[in-house]
């Protein structure tokens, strides 16, 4: 069974910075990657970044030069490493994964694994 677990959330001023992690257990990020999501209030779910089973990070034009991605393999742990904070960054960040099944990789929205997500709230 998959565990992912989110850390690093908390609170902030805007310019400042944060660093997340998603650890995981019963899966490993080499076999499928991963992908961040945030939900802020009232709002719906929306991508971040993903980072492919290479470790290659991926982002969305909403974090592009303020966030960072990596995987560290050996700890089987995912980093987004997040500067340059805005009020609009403050949402519960999801890590989540694909199902992988057979040696390979499902995608399907209803086959994903979650974390418990982390709150990160920006304030002026």
């Known amino acids: 069974q998959v565990q992912l677990v989110e850390s690093g959330g908390g609170s902030v001023q805007t310019g400042g910075s944060l660093k997340l992690s998603c650890t995981a257990s019963?899966?490993?990020?080499?076999?499928?990657?991963m992908t961040w999501y945030r939900q802020a209030p009232g709002k719906e779910r929306e991508l971040v970044s993903s980072?492919?089973?290479?470790?290659?990070?991926i982002y969305t034009d909403l974090v592009r030069d303020r966030f960072t991605g990596s995987l560290d393999k050996a700890k089987n742990t995912v980093y987004l490493q997040m500067n340059s904070l805005e009020t609009e960054d403050t949402a519960v960040y999801y890590c989540?994964?694909?199902?992988?099944?057979?040696?390979?990789?499902?995608?399907?929205?209803?086959?994903?694994?979650w974390g418990q997500g982390t709150q990160v709230t920006v304030s002026s």
């Open positions: 989540t994964t694909p199902r992988y099944v057979g040696g390979g990789c499902n995608n399907r929205d209803d086959l994903r694994d």
């Open positions: 019963g899966y490993r990020f080499t076999y499928c990657g």
């Open positions: 980072v492919t089973r290479a470790g290659t990070p």
